[in-house]
């Protein structure tokens, strides 16, 4: 990336899209089983 304003810490990328992905998992499983 040539941008060096706009810059986000890859751990926090990483962190954000675990933390989405296991809450999207969450709310489909209470979705299959309602």
């Not at 675990?18 to 499983?29: A, E, G, H, N, P």
Request: aromatic share 12%; proline share 3%; net charge positive.
């Amino acid at each position: 990336m040539a941008s060096g304003r706009f810059v986000i810490p890859q751990k926090l990328i990483e962190s954000g899209f675990k933390c989405l992905y296991t809450y999207i998992k969450s709310c489909l499983k209470h979705a299959l089983t309602r």
